[in-house]
Structures are given as structure tokens and as C-alpha cells.
């Protein structure tokens, strides 16, 4: 099949590769140049080769929502990469499929409907309230390193039912040594087992002892003496499968650690691309200063009850998402062959979905580089394919906690903007943008706190 299908269609082409190990050291290089490029020379459909692995990078929305959406049965997650962090994740909800994907799934979604979350907008208020009470103003802060802490602490509030002040820094430390190992991992292509002594293997082995120590702790502060609460972990402890067995202990090990990494590490790079773009657009800020003052009035505090008329600070998220996307790359592999944009699949290509590209490209974007919030304002523009703006994924694999990142997001700056601006120092050269497992600034990014009222 495979070879018959390549036959009857027309070539497509690509870029240039090495002999061995095709377009890998060309990606390893620079991600997104490397995409970007592919896009803008080679269109919708450009095919590529990792090593000996067959990869297809779709670039059209419409190509994008048959992968995960009408075509999704035809896919899982890329096994190539998800296998490289499969003592991270274990079998939690990211990386669990079949039957245990779907009774994790069932169990834990009620827990991310907005009714729900919107209990929790106290907790991460207070959590805000709690950073911007140490700010001093005038002082320079590192906006990354504040908003990977304040989100650490909110998932694990939220989450968890639980204060982490003892271990965030463990954490934090497991989830910087984790992607960073991950990281190379991917760029390398070349699978060493986790065995081997090497380097990377003993921080990435350090990582995962991290991660089950932190989870270990969370589960013994939660449960001595357990007091039932409205989390999600007391929901999952609580919880009996069909025979009334709660549920495996490595599995809710698995959970945990899910959890906490997808749960804090893409919100805080959200939050940061968010104060990033504002304090480089005065007029921008000024706007979402005026919303949030007009919205809460007299009130010093916003709440659930504020989130639907914070909408420019929410529009200003959006399009944070759409320039510098927290997750900018997914890959799914099919497991049988299909046809994705007209183009017949063989069974195991890797098919790559970049926000990055996706996100700017001037057919569905009026002036793609510019951060330009306003453009949310009217709603989603139907004329817009609906997967040319996809920062949560899509499909029923879609981002179970984005409701969630959204309202902590909107919270969050809301509580901050309340009291404080942030401003560039001057001089202030453009923060790039660095791939790894996620979007991450390279380098700090470091703002200037102004203090508005006390
Ligand atoms: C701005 C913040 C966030 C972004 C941009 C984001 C992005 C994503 C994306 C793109 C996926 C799908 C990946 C794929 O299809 O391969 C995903 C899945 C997931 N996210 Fe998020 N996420 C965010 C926040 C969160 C939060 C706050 C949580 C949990 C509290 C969370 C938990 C998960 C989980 C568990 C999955 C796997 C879902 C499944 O496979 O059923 N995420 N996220």
C-alpha cells in the first residue's frame, strides 16, 4: 500500500536534507527558522525525514483539524518523542490511551468544567496578591522565574488542596533538568536507553527521582490526615473503579506529576509572553489598566463574578497565545494509513502541527508580527478556518485544563494590573522566543514594577 500510494501522487518537496539523517540536524539547529522555512517554500504539505522516520509538516488549519479532529482515531501522539518521557509521565492523562485514557479522562473532566473552576478564583487571587505583596517599587524582576513559581503554587492549590512552599523549588529544578534532558532528547533522534550511563541519562534519571519525590510528598501531605475537599486529587482518592478498588498508587503517581508539569509550566510561559507584549505596547496596557479598574471599581480584588468583562485583558491572552504560542509544535503518528489533505499517509509517518507557523501566516492573519489584541475583540472571525488558531490542541485530545489557564491567566494579570505596571528597562532588546518542549523566552525577561495605588 505504501508503495503504490507514493506512485499515483505527485511528488511534493522539501527542503534539502543530510544523506543520514535528513532534516534532523537542519531542525536541531533552529526549530523555528526550520518550520518557518518550510512553510513559506515548500506550502502546505512539506515532507521530511528524521533519521530513518518518514515526517509530514501540514501547514493548511483545514489539514490540521483532520489530524486531530475528524482523522483523530487514526492517530496517537508521536511515539517517537512520548517514549523519551515515559518515566516522567508514566501513564498519567497526557500519555495514557484506550481504556485508561478514557476512565481517567471521565473521572477528571468534571473537575476543569468553568462552573467549577470558578470556586477557584479565590485561591489564585490570593496566590497573586501573595507575589505582588513582595514587589517593591521600582525593583527589576525576572518575569519568568515569578510566573513558573506563582503557577507552580496555584496548580498545587487548585490541584491539591495543598501549600507547596517547601518543595517548589525541588520542582521547579526537576521540571527545568526534565525538559532540558527531554529537550536534547528530541533534537538528537537517536534513541539511547534509559539505562545507559550517560550524561544526559543521569540528569534525566535525577529528574524523574525528583518527580517521584514530589509526588510522594504531595500525596502524603494530602493524605495524613485526609480531609476530603473539592480538588481534584481528593476527587481522584476518593474515586472507585467498577469492582470499588481505589485507584493504583503508581497511577495516581502518574497523575500527579501530569498534572503539576502540564498544569503550571505552559500558563506561567502565557502569563510571561502576556507582561512581555504589554510592556512593549503602552496603548495596549493602558487599555487593560482601564478595563481592570473600570471592571472592578471599588472593589481592590477581582473574582469569577469580573471574568467575562475582563474581555481585552482575556483578548490580550489570546493573541500572547497566537504570537508566541506556549506549545508550538504537535506531533501525532497514524496507525493505519490515511488520507490527510488529499495526500495518502503509510502507517507510522510522524505528522508535525506547528501553532508557530500556523499562528502567523498572513492567510489567516492581518499583519501576522504585530500584537495587536483588539483583533479578538469581535469574537472569533468566521471567515477564519477554526484550527488556525489551535494553542490547546484540538479534538478529544484537546487540553483538558484550558478553561482553567484561561481563567488563572485573566485572574492573574487582573490582580496584578490592579496594583502594578510592568515596564521594560531601558534599553530593552526583543526577548527570542526558544523551543524546547515548550516556548520559552531565551534568557530572563525582566520588567521594571511600577506601583499604581497601594
Ligand atoms: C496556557 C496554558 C496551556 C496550554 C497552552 C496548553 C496546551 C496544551 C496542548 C496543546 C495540549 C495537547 C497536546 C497534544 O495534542 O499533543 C495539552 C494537553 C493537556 N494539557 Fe494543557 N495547556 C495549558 C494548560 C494546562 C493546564 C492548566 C493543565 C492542567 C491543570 C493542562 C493539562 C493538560 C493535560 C492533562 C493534557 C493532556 C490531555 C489529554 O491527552 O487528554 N494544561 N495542553
Known amino acids: 500500500m505504501a508503495g503504490r500510494t507514493e506512485v499515483a501522487q505527485p511528488k511534493l518537496s522539501g527542503p534539502k536534507r543530510n544523506l543520514v539523517l535528513g532534516h534532523l540536524p537542519a531542525f536541531a539547529a533552529d526549530m523555528l527558522g526550520f518550520l518557518r522555512r518550510c512553510a513559506d517554500e515548500h506550502g502546505d504539505i512539506v515532507p521530511l525525514r528524521f533519521g530513518l522516520a518518514r515526517a509530514v509538516l501540514f501547514n493548511h488549519p483545514d489539514q490540521i483539524e483532520e489530524v486531530l479532529l475528524t482523522r483523530h482515531q487514526d492517530f496517537v501522539r508521536y511515539r517517537f518523542f512520548w517514549r523519551h518521557v515515559t518515566k516522567i509521565f508514566g501513564n498519567g492523562l497526557l500519555t495514557s490511551t484506550g481504556e485508561t485514557w478514557r476512565l481517567q479522562h471521565a473521572l477528571m473532566a468534571p473537575a476543569f468544567r468553568a462552573d467549577r473552576l470558578a470556586a477557584s478564583a479565590e485561591d489564585i487571587v490570593a496566590c497573586a496578591e501573595q507575589l505582588s505583596e513582595r514587589w517593591q517599587d521600582g525593583a527589576e524582576c525576572d518575569v519568568r522565574d515569578q510566573m513558573t513559581r506563582l503557577t507552580l503554587r496555584i496548580a498545587a492549590r487548585v490541584l491539591f488542596g495543598l501549600d507547596l512552599d517547601d518543595d517548589a523549588d525541588g520542582i521547579t529544578r526537576a521540571v527545568d533538568r526534565g525538559i532540558a534532558e527531554v529537550s536534547d ?100 496596557a493602558a487599555r487593560v489598566e482601564d478595563e481592570v479598574d473600570a471592571v472592578l471599581g471599588h472593589e481592590l480584588r477581582p473574582g469569577a463574578g469580573h471574568l467575562d468583562r475582563l474581555r481585552y485583558l482575556s483578548c490580550s491572552v489570546n493573541e500572547a497565545m497566537r504570537l508566541y504560542p506556549p506549545v508550538f509544535l504537535i506531533g501525532r503518528e497514524n496507525v493505519r494509513d490515511v488520507e490527510i489533505g488529499r495526500r495518502l499517509l503509510p502507517a507510522g509517518t510522524i505528522c508535525l502541527l506547528s501553532q508557530w507557523v500556523v499562528h502567523r501566516d498572513p492567510r489567516f492573519w492581518r499583519d501576522p508580527n504585530s500584537f495587536k489584541p483588539e483583533r479578538w475583540e469581535a469574537g472569533t472571525d468566521p471567515a477564519r478556518p477554526r484550527y488556525a488558531y489551535f494553542p490547546f490542541g484540538g479534538g478529544p485530545r484537546i487540553c483538558i485544563g484550558r478553561s482553567f489557564a484561561m481563567i488563572e491567566a485573566v485572574l492573574v494579570l487582573a490582580t496584578l494590573f490592579r496594583r502594578f505596571r510592568l515596564v521594560a528597562s531601558w534599553p530593552a532588546p526583543p526577548v527570542e522566543p526558544c523551543p524546547s518542549i515548550t516556548l520559552r523566552p531565551a534568557g530572563a525577561v525582566r520588567l521594571v514594577v511600577s506601583r499604581r495605588r497601594s
Open 185 to 284: 532528547r528530541f533534537k538528537r533522534g537517536l534513541f539511547l536507553p534509559d539505562w545507559l550511563p550517560t550524561a544526559g541519562n543521569r540528569r534525566y534519571m535525577a529528574a524523574v527521582r525528583d518527580f517521584d519525590d514530589a509526588a510522594a510528598a504531595i500525596l502524603a501531605k494530602r493524605q495524613t490526615p485526609f480531609q476530603p475537599g473539592s480538588d481534584l486529587l481528593s476527587a481522584l482518592l476518593q474515586s472507585r473503579d467498577g469492582r470499588g478498588q481505589p485507584i493504583d498508587r503508581r497511577l495516581l503517581r502518574d497523575q500527579i506529576v501530569t498534572l503539576l508539569l502540564a498544569g503550571h509550566e505552559t500558563t506561567a510561559l502565557a502569563l510571561t509572553w502576556t507582561l512581555y507584549l504589554l510592556s512593549r505596547h503602552p496603548e495596549a
